[in-house]
């Protein structure tokens, strides 16, 4: 497309993308708030939207993977280690946020008398932790359809491992697939603002704001612990590792990230967005390339708040005694289980009644906790979401530079 492009086309081409979400969000909610019908239609939008980004995300990740490590050569370092030491100090200090405003701020909810939540939470610890192990030996085949990143992870490992040893023109074969895959990716996220907007008018017209009324201030303990941990927390944590003011980085990572996060509810879904973030800072592609899939699974900061403050406002509601010992043995198990929580709307919620249990709190009950989670989500699971999103890219950039700094 030439540089003198005019009218849509020029706005489209020269201005950032970021702009063009922000236009695409306007324009939703006004289209909800005066054609109610026509924003419901427009939903479509926003499913072939999100679908795409669904659809390219795990042939992205097994190509990338297997390429960076294919490529990658002895004595380089691809800095995974301080990224999973962030990842898991991330979503453990994020739980001890939410034990923290649970405490200080306590909510009650109105338990409904009949949740209508059909699928079945996990038992316990252990099945979170086996079902992740099953998710690492699973048909490749299986884990691409159904969007197993950890499986899909596994795989591009071990042929990245086998394919160092192949021949110069089959590695460069794999790259220019990689290229191929990378540009179909860059070309869906080009349309990121119809997504947007058919997501956000489709959201309002349909569910609209009235049904939260009543959980404002369960909603406030929520995103105010996301919000602390994005802006206070996680900066504090980069400064650490970096020594470098951390804000122009969290607010990239929140602008670029974030904002696509926060409508797509998804955090499998805004992997090639995080991909495409990372390449724009210039991050290395064998690190960014395994640390984003990987995040997208394991790390949980916005489920582990979710997780924690729902289950303590059940604990207020039922009078139940939490002394600080079982608090902060809660932010443990929280913790733990976000890093099962699956990489989809509403994922994190069917964990809350296996942390209800620490407290003796009955399955019943606890799956009508889970049932107010799925009437907050919009916007519980949409910050939820933006948190743990953004989060991946800032972590994988902190351990990045502060690895260039020494």
């Not at 926003?46 to 002895?74: D, E, M, Q, W, Y």
């Amino acid at each position: 497309m030439s540089t003198d492009a005019k009218g849509p086309m020029a706005f489209l081409f020269k201005t950032s993308l970021v702009l063009q979400i922000v236009v695409g969000l306007v324009a939703g909610i006004v289209l909800a708030a005066l054609w109610p019908a026509g924003a419901a239609s427009a939903g479509l939008l926003g499913t072939v939207f999100v679908s795409a980004l669904k659809a390219v995300a795990p042939i992205l990740v097994l190509v990338l993977v297997a390429v960076a490590i294919a490529n990658h050569k002895r004595g380089e370092s691809t800095h995974i280690r301080p990224i999973l030491l962030l990842y898991l100090a991330g979503t453990l200090l994020a739980a001890l946020v939410a034990v923290c405003a649970s405490m200080v701020f306590p909510s009650t909810l109105a338990l409904v008398t009949a949740p209508d939540v059909a699928t079945s939470p996990p038992e316990g610890i252990v099945e979170v932790l086996q079902t992740l192990l099953l998710k690492i030996v699973d048909n490749p085949v299986n884990a691409l359809l159904q969007g197993n990143f950890i499986g899909i992870l596994a795989w591009a490992v071990g042929l990245g491992i086998a394919l160092r040893h192949a021949g110069q023109g089959t590695r460069q074969v794999l790259g220019d697939l990689a290229a191929a895959v990378t540009f179909i990716v860059r070309v869906v996220i080009r349309f990121a603002p119809l997504g947007i907007f058919g997501l956000v008018a489709s959201t309002l017209a349909e569910s609209g704001f009235g049904a939260l009324l009543d959980y404002l201030r369960l909603l406030g303990v929520l995103v105010g612990s996301m919000l602390f941990v994005a802006l206070v927390a996680n900066p504090l944590m980069v400064f650490a590792m970096t020594r470098r003011n951390p804000y122009p980085l969290v607010l990239t990572c929140l602008r670029e990230s974030g904002i696509t996060a926060f409508f797509t509810r998804s955090s499998a879904a805004n992997i090639p967005v995080n991909l495409d973030l990372c390449r724009r800072l210039g991050l290395p592609e064998d690190t960014y390339s395994v640390s984003i899939p990987l995040g997208a699974t394991i790390n949980m900061a916005g489920a582990a708040i979710t997780i924690t403050v729902l289950t303590l406002a059940a604990v207020h509601t039922l009078g139940i005694q939490a002394d600080l010992p079982t608090a902060l043995l809660l932010s443990v198990v929280a913790a733990l289980a976000a890093c099962g929580a699956s990489g989809v709307a509403g994922g994190s919620l069917l964990l809350v009644p296996l942390a209800c249990g620490m407290f003796g709190i009955s399955n019943d009950i606890a799956m009508q906790v889970v049932a107010i989670g799925f009437i907050i989500g919009v916007v519980q699971d949409s910050a939820e979401t933006a948190l743990n999103s953004s989060t991946d890219v800032l972590f994988t950039a902190a351990a990045v530079r502060a690895a260039d700094r020494a």
